[in-house]
């Protein structure tokens, strides 16, 4: 017995721990471990194996299941009222805010009732003193969330009975008389609506279904459809449907939308697909086809990560045909647009820095594009680009490193400069007088020196040459060194001082040579490859002060004073002349030598001046503010209001010109009144001489010839008044699309409408948390906002005497109901006599739909379009879209 036990034992543990393995026959069959009373044992000795052994046992395993417990986790439970157990039916009711908590399952109610007997829950609604419903159940496991009449629920199956259920997912709302939750990921419905309406018992609309699937943030599956507006049915209806409901982006077809237009016929505009690559970025790649054979593609990309950097880009690509081939009237042409924009986050990297923002393109891109309806691009001139890197070096001194790249594009022209890069380096300034601590006081400890570097390649083309071989060739190269050498002092205590001292090397790959061409019998540049350099030097010191003045008012109530600051400055600059750069030429051929052009003309840093500049220059600052007492009471100190932000006066007198001395006086002049709302802006130049009868500039003064002491020869003035009834200046409507393909921020060109995505409204977005009052016929307060903006040009260059420039614009967008918004932009023109670019602008908000109308009635931009949807992206495809395209002409 004491043998065989311990081999009982000995087995147990080798079998736990042990990696080896008995065989069978090293116990002998006949051996019982546990005899009987009178049952003799084997004597025979087994034998253990010490090389992989192996073992049958032959002892029973406990069989036993334990039993899992009925609940596997505590029921927290309370309730106002009362709680009452019935140990004869097994129940517990909670009545009146009774609550359970039940591992992630949470449930309110007015009234519940646990029968532990058969593991449920009832759940539902109570009276209230005047007999109505209240405290629905609320039944909320994780992120999913059910609002029924009432609720019959199994914990240990975790099935469950709903009826009325309310349920929101994503942007959809789900309404069913009858739900059956199979487990925590499906639910069955019978008698369902969905909206994405926010009142779910009484939507403007819904779609009605008696048979439904629905996972929860994944999926809702429906038989047949029907589409109900307003409690009326309509013909719209689907035999079965599929609505993806994920939290996360996913890819899947978008819908097109048809159109025609007179010059291209029918059409399907802005059908495609969209892939959700993943997190951080996504590809929304869209087309149109008209029957004509036009076609247009798009691909749209936004990218982010978070706390390094954002950004999008869009390409767009469009061939347009006109009429019909074999017609008089038939064209064809090709368009493009690069748009990218990115911005780095200011943390990600405080010493270097990279930020893109490119418009680009075809210069008629926004002039006949057929997804576009941009007026501010139309009748805006320019197209501009940057991509920058800045890298900055905490070295001593700081060293500071850019690349740049520039695009500046006339549509009008078809010009575009370039710069492709522009190398900037510049090193901090270095006092090497200064003491290492305390104050840099007086001329010696105040002089300082730094270096800047410039360098560009700069091309000039036309859009027909764009990167192509010839664009390259025309490129102009070149760098700028300069070293300024400064210092400022205190004059009599009250006067600044500052000189300075600059020396300017620039580096040329290219130079030019003048020379006669008898073949063209005119002069000509020859281009000389090559590299080649000029240094230049100049002087310059000036000396300004301040000067405070203060009229005070004693008797005065509101207004206590008025103070007057002035800043006169007096500069002289000196730059010796460079004739050493200066070559001869035969102008004509006939053997006169001429000695007025510089090898480095047309160089994009300039040239070496032929002349000495001897310049004495003037400037007076003026800025004017009054100080009245403020209208709030509580408040002692007194409010300053400015009343002339700036009024600046500047010439020049030329010591060394042999006439013509002084320069004509600038003036200009800025305020803004009513509370900061109006801008008003003057800026006019007065000229001393007088002009003869050809319009030039005579060396005698215009007061000597029987004028005035000045000639007025020309003035501009500007006004920009923008108030509204909600303070747009705190929280401004950009116009967003406008200002990124180069038009206004402003709506005084009318609003920008991208036809892709309709679902953003015309003015602005909104904050759909915000609470709108109840719908009303007539409010005695109107929201509105309104912006003016004048311009007055005035030319007397050559006695002209004419207004050549004199416009307004206005733009005004107001709720007539606080579902009702209209908006107009508009202008005259009063020297051409006519109106200028006139766009309406109508919306309807028709809670969970949206409706516009804009209409640009007259002009060669004149176009309509029409809209109504759902605003949700949900169901964004569930539109009506109507346009009716400016008819352009394509060249």
Do not use: C
Request: charged letters at 20%; aromatic letters at 14%; glycine letters at 6%.
């Amino acid at each position: 017995m004491q043998r065989n036990l311990f081999y009982i034992v000995f087995l147990t543990i080798f079998l736990t721990f042990g990696n080896g393995k008995i065989y069978s026959q090293d116990l002998p069959k006949t051996a019982n471990p546990f005899p009987a009373k009178n049952q003799s044992t084997t004597t025979e000795k087994p034998t253990i194996v010490q090389e992989n052994l192996t073992v049958t046992d032959t002892i029973t395993l406990d069989t036993i299941i334990k039993k899992k417990p009925i609940l596997e986790g505590k029921i927290r439970r309370k309730a106002v009222d009362y709680e009452k157990i019935d140990q004869k039916k097994k129940l517990i009711t909670l009545y009146n805010q009774a609550e359970v908590y039940y591992q992630d399952i949470e449930l309110k109610a007015g009234i519940i009732v646990i029968d532990y007997q058969k593991n449920e829950i009832y759940a539902g609604r109570i009276k209230d003193s005047t007999g109505q419903y209240t405290q629905h159940p609320n039944f909320k496991q994780g992120a999913s969330v059910v609002e029924p009449d009432s609720i019959r629920f199994n914990f240990k199956t975790k099935k469950a009975l709903v009826w009325n259920s309310r349920t929101e997912q994503s942007d959809f709302r789900v309404k069913a008389a009858i739900t059956k939750r199979e487990n925590d990921s499906v639910y069955y419905m019978r008698g369902a609506r969905f909206t994405t309406a926010k009142d779910v018992d009484n939507p403007e609309y819904y779609f009605q279904t008696n048979k439904v699937k629905f996972v929860p943030g994944k999926k809702i599956v429906v038989g047949f459809t029907n589409m109900v507006i307003a409690d009326v049915p309509t013909p719209i209806a689907l035999p079965f449907a599929f609505f993806p409901m994920t939290e996360t982006s996913s890819s899947g077809i978008i819908l097109p939308s048809y159109n025609d237009s007179n010059l291209r016929g029918f059409s399907l505009q802005n059908g495609g697909y969209y892939f959700a690559l993943s997190d951080s970025y996504d590809l929304s790649v869209l087309g149109d086809y008209y029957t004509n054979g036009s076609y247009g593609l798009r691909m749209q990309s936004n990218y982010a990560k978070r706390y390094r950097f954002t950004g999008n880009l869009n390409l767009r690509y469009e061939n347009l045909i006109a009429s019909e081939r074999g017609f008089p009237d038939y064209s064809k042409t090709t368009i493009y647009n690069i748009q990218w924009s990115h911005a780095q986050d200011a943390k990600s990297n405080p010493s270097s820095r990279f930020s893109a923002s490119v418009n680009l393109g075809s210069s008629q891109y926004f002039r006949q594009s057929v997804n576009q309806i941009n007026n501010g691009s139309q009748l805006n001139n320019t197209l501009s680009s940057s991509i920058s890197y800045s890298k900055t070096f905490n070295s001593v001194p700081q060293v500071n490193l850019s690349l740049t790249a520039t695009h500046q594009q006339n549509t009008n022209t078809r010009e575009i400069n370039m710069t492709l890069p522009t190398l900037q380096a510049s090193v901090d300034r270095v006092f090497p007088f200064a003491p290492k601590e305390g104050i840099k006081k007086g001329i010696i400890k105040n002089i300082n020196f730094q270096y800047n570097l410039r360098g560009e390649n700069r091309i000039k083309t036309y859009d027909s040459l764009f990167f192509k071989p010839q664009m390259f060739r025309d490129a102009k190269i070149g760098f700028q060194h300069s070293i300024p050498l400064s210092t400022n002092f205190k004059l009599f205590k009250y006067f600044s001082a500052t000189s300075s001292v600059n020396y300017n090397e620039v580096w040329y790959f290219k130079t030019i040579q003048k020379q006669y061409s008898a073949a063209e019998n005119k002069v000509i540049d020859k281009e000389i490859p090559g590299f080649d350099a000029f240094r230049t030097y100049s002087f310059s010191t000036g000396v300004g002060t301040t000067i405070y003045g203060t009229f005070n008012f004693k008797n005065a109530k509101r207004l206590q004073a008025i103070r007057h600051v002035m800043r006169p400055n007096v500069t002289y600059s000196y730059t010796p002349s460079f004739s050493k750069y200066y070559d001869t030429y035969d102008p004509d051929g006939s053997g006169t030598i001429r000695k007025d052009y510089t090898r480095f003309d047309g160089g994009i840093f300039g040239a070496p001046g032929n002349n000495m500049s001897n310049i004495m220059s003037f400037s007076l600052n003026n800025t004017f503010e009054a100080k009245v007492t403020d209208k709030d009471s509580t408040k002692t100190e007194a409010k300053k209001i400015m009343l002339l932000n700036n009024l600046n006066l500047s010439t020049f007198y030329d010591i060394s010109a042999d006439s013509l001395k002084l320069a004509p006086l600038r003036i200009s002049a800025g305020t803004q009144i009513f509370d900061r709302k109006l801008d008003i802006n003057l800026a006019t130049t007065l000229d001393p001489y007088a002009i003869n009868n050809a319009g030039r500039r005579m060396n005698t003064w215009n007061i000597d010839n029987g004028g005035s002491l000045f000639r007025m020869t020309s003035t501009n003035i500007t006004m920009n008044y923008r108030f509204s009834s909600t303070d747009l200046d705190e929280k401004e409507k950009n116009n967003k699309a406008g200002k990124q393909n180069g038009g206004r921020e402003d709506n005084l060109f009318g609003k920008s409408t991208d036809l892709s995505d309709r679902r953003e409204s015309q003015f602005g977005e909104e904050d759909e948390n915000t609470e709108k009052p109840p719908t009303e016929f007539f409010k005695y307060k109107l929201p509105f906002d309104l912006t003016f903006a004048y311009s007055l040009t005035y030319s007397n260059n050559n006695r002209e005497n004419k207004i050549t420039g004199n416009s307004l614009m206005v733009s005004m967008n107001t709720d007539l109901t606080p579902k009702w918004k209209i908006g107009v932009a508009t202008g005259y023109d009063f020297v051409q006599q006519g109106v200028t670019f006139t766009q309406l602008r109508f919306e309807r908000d028709l809670l969970s739909w949206r409706m516009d109308f804009n209409w640009s009635p007259f002009g060669e931009n004149a176009n309509w379009g029409f809209f109504i949807g759902i605003k949700s992206g949900v169901l964004s495809d569930i539109k009506w879209d109507k346009q009716r395209l400016p008819n352009r002409v394509l060249r």
